[in-house]
């Protein structure tokens, strides 16, 4: 016996009751029913039901031996495997079969059960809002309970299809015995859950099942002392809509406390008026031919003894008066309509509802109407089939009832949390609700803050993964040869990102953008350049000015002490020439600091080439200029003749017109233009000038060193003259310098990234032209300056002798 199924009972005998008191509603027409109890035994199913196709006791079957009574249609059964056997019976018949509790998916075979309907939402809509629950709290890893049979099995297949999906994993799977299982197997299988509920790291079981299993699992709970065990309360329960936990016997509540805080998906009810007094109105003692009242009061009250104002005489318990009926809790009798009742009572009233559609339409045809005046036994059951389809109504509670196109309830599901008070009291919260809007779409809702969480977590929402979350800033990394929900969380790589939670893999940022330091999001890069304004820029740029400066004020001794043999030797107008030029040379190295602009890139590299190859230039005809000063006053040489200015200008020419000529090419092929480089720096924009072709910049380099290599050859050669016509030496150890900085700017230049480039460069032109300055022109500002005595033609001429 269970208690809850009786109100299923009610609820038809209530829907009936209501149907015969509207006289809109099948007028002059009197509708009745039978109430059939098969115990889950299946021989009696069968048995039954063909009792139900004749209004006689005795077995007449395909005969029409009633007058006055016709089979319309049945409602039930309340399991699948009932249902299954009911309509392989009726169907040969054609009579509508309306279930109320019967989720087997093959029941959905319209070939094979063309005239079976449910007045319950599809089984896919409970799988998508199990789905959308886990999917809502981010349970990613769980467990699942499931029959030993073939329900069981096939939620099991349907279920462990669809996770996958949407990257939720199964911790175990376990099997609950049936219910004819032996004591010993019993016992194997509780040791095999206990095993797994206490070794998975999993918080949340989705537990599939109907009430004889959940029968079965309280029964070894019990009878094992199971459910004291921490391990069975430390997990969230979610249950599926077949799985009524409130349709067990109490004798105390205690099974109960495993299921505090679990979510259940129930079948859609609502508020019947008049349901209630119908209920308070129950009289035990006067049954009005309810065969099951008395049954039902016995089996209740006197089980769990509820109320102590109780008649046991000759084994008779009145459940008449409201005191009595309420004082039974929840889990054994509620006095809301069930979604399993709520069903029921809708599928009477969907019958009764066809049944007038069809008299409507008849009593305007007059196509039915019999020589005694009455209607309906005439008409054949599978008449009703397409009425049933297409029909629609509102019932009392205000919800539209009506059939979809495969003979399913449109109604969803209810989302309900279960809550055990300490006084053993059980209530039932609806906190959500599924529902479908189209065949493709659902609606999920959920009240986060209606939730009561069992105590063991702290009122907070439980966490079920297998490993925690990766949070922003990591990625997803599979294990081998486990789950995807097991994974490890790795940093994005530089210049990557990721800014949700266990995100797959890493987003690369643009190129104008960068990681933050947590490598959650992009940051937009700062444009680099070398600025006059940043300490390396402001150090080279001052650098460049007091070089120059010191170069003019070289050039001014040099002019004010123009007649001094110091300065008439070795080519006066070359030494003013050498000097201005490494003025230039100064100079130009402020067109590389700054942001770069097209005019700027345009000439700044041309510029410098120029310049330098023309104070390389000046330095070996300056050199050439003392070896031939030195062979010209040998005795017998014709060497006077090159020591003219004309010789010396030619030698500067020609050497600078080849360096011109690279350089116009330069311009022609592929100029310098400002460019941006996004890539050498991970949090910059670098602003810089672009040589164009990269091949003509070394080209100019490799020219300007070709000069500085024949100087220095040459001024090699002329080290060991006379000291008094001589300057080599000074310009050898120049050329050696300016050769060893240009040498090493190679590598360093091309190793460097960013404004740095651009600072390599500028320092080298100065080290360079410094080298160049103080070499040769610092020992006779020495000279000048402060030994002026040794500046005067006899003393060069007595160092001669």
């Avoid at 537990?207 to 065990?229: A, E, H, Q």
Wanted: charged share 15%.
């Amino acid at each position: 016996m269970q208690p809850k199924n009786y109100q299923h009972i009610l609820a038809a005998v209530f829907a009936v009751n209501e149907i015969n008191k509207n006289p809109r509603l099948l007028s002059n027409i009197t509708l009745g029913f039978r109430l059939v109890d098969n115990y889950y035994m299946g021989i009696l199913n069968y048995l039954y039901t063909l009792q139900l196709l004749t209004t006689r006791k005795r077995g007449s079957y395909n005969y029409r031996c009633d007058t006055q009574e016709q089979l319309l249609a049945i409602v039930g059964g309340l399991g699948s495997e009932n249902s299954i056997q009911i309509s392989n019976i009726i169907g040969i018949y054609k009579i509508p079969q309306i279930s109320y509790g019967s989720f087997e998916p093959v029941l959905s075979d319209k070939i094979q059960f063309p005239f079976f309907y449910r007045m319950i939402p599809s089984e896919s809509l409970q799988f998508q809002g199990i789905i959308q629950l886990l999917l809502h709290f981010s349970w990613k890893w769980i467990g699942i309970m499931a029959p030993d049979n073939n329900g069981g099995e096939m939620f099991l297949s349907f279920l462990v299809t669809l996770l996958p999906k949407h990257d939720i994993c199964v911790s175990f799977t376990q099997a609950l015995a049936s219910k004819t299982a032996s004591p010993t197997e019993i016992k194997t299988e509780l040791d095999k859950i206990e095993n797994a509920y206490s070794q998975t790291s999993a918080n949340v079981v989705v537990v599939s099942g109907d009430s004889r299993d959940l029968l079965m699992f309280t029964i070894w709970m019990d009878c094992n002392v199971y459910y004291r065990k921490e391990a069975f309360i430390r997990k969230v329960l979610i249950m599926t809509a077949q799985w009524d936990f409130t349709a067990v016997n109490s004798r105390g509540l205690w099974f109960l406390k495993p299921f505090h805080g679990a979510l259940s998906f129930t079948i859609h009810t609502n508020t019947v008026p008049g349901f209630q007094d119908f209920l308070h109105s129950l009289d035990s003692l006067h049954p009005k031919g309810d065969i099951f009242i008395k049954e039902f009061c016995n089996f209740a009250f006197r089980q769990g003894s509820y109320n102590e104002d109780l008649d046991f005489e000759k084994d008779q318990i009145s459940c008449r008066g409201k005191g009595k009926m309420e004082s039974l809790p929840a889990a054994v009798f509620e006095r809301v309509m069930s979604g399993q009742s709520y069903s029921t009572y809708n599928s009477v009233h969907m019958v009764a509802q066809a049944y007038h559609e069809m008299h409507s339409y008849s009593s305007k045809h007059r196509q039915l109407e019999t020589r005694d005046g009455s209607r309906f036994l005439n008409i054949q059951q599978w008449q009703l089939h397409h009425v049933l389809k297409t029909i629609g109504f509102n019932n009392s509670a205000g919800d539209e009832i009506y059939f979809n196109e495969d003979q399913e309830s449109m109604d969803g599901y209810d989302i309900v949390n279960c809550i055990v008070f300490p006084n053993e009291s059980f209530s039932q919260v609806k906190v959500g609700r599924v529902e479908r809007q189209s065949q493709k779409s659902q609606a999920f809702t959920l009240k986060d803050d209606a939730v009561v969480w069992n105590s063991w977590f702290n009122q907070t929402s439980p966490r079920s993964s297998c490993t925690e979350n990766c949070q922003s800033g990591y990625n997803k990394q599979l294990r081998e040869g486990e789950p995807i929900c097991c994974y490890d969380c790795l940093p994005c790589p530089e210049g990557m990102i990721s800014n949700t939670t266990d995100a797959e893999y890493c987003n690369q940022c643009l190129d104008n953008e960068h990681s933050s330091q947590g490598q959650d999001q992009c940051i937009p890069k700062s444009i680099d350049f070398l600025s006059y304004t940043e300490t390396l820029g402001t150090l080279l740029a001052s650098s460049s000015l007091i070089m120059s400066f010191i170069t003019v004020l070289i050039l001014i001794i040099f002019i004010k002490y123009r007649d001094t043999p110091l300065v008439k030797a070795n080519n006066r107008d070359l030494t003013y020439a050498l000097l201005f030029l490494l003025l230039l040379c100064f100079l130009c190295a402020l067109l590389f600091i700054g942001k770069p602009r097209r005019v700027t890139c345009l000439f700044q590299q041309i510029i410098f080439g120029l310049i330098f190859s023309a104070a390389i230039s000046s330095v070996l005809a300056k050199t050439i200029t003392v070896v031939l000063a030195f062979k010209a006053i040998q005795p017998g040489t014709n060497m006077r003749t090159w020591l003219r200015k004309r010789v010396v200008n030619s030698i500067m020419l020609l050497c600078c017109l080849g360096q011109f000529g690279l350089c116009v090419v330069w311009l022609a092929v592929s100029p310098p233009f400002p460019d941006v480089d996004m890539t050498s720096q991970s949090t910059k924009i670098t602003a810089q000038c672009n040589e164009g072709s990269v091949a003509m910049f070394y080209c100019v380099l490799s020219y300007m060193g070709f000069l500085a290599i024949a100087s220095f050859v040459v001024a090699s050669f002329a080290r060991n003259l006379p000291d008094s016509f001589n300057e080599a030496k000074f310009i050898t150890f120049s050329l050696l310098v300016f050769c060893s900085v240009w040498v090493s700017f190679v590598p360093t230049y091309v190793s460097t990234k960013g404004k740095y480039m651009v600072a390599v460069e500028i320092f080298c032109i100065l080290a360079s032209g410094a080298g160049l300055l103080c070499c040769i022109f610092f020992p006779k500002c020495y000279i000048i300056i402060v030994k002026p005595g040794l500046n005067c033609k006899d003393h060069l001429i007595r160092k001669l002798n």
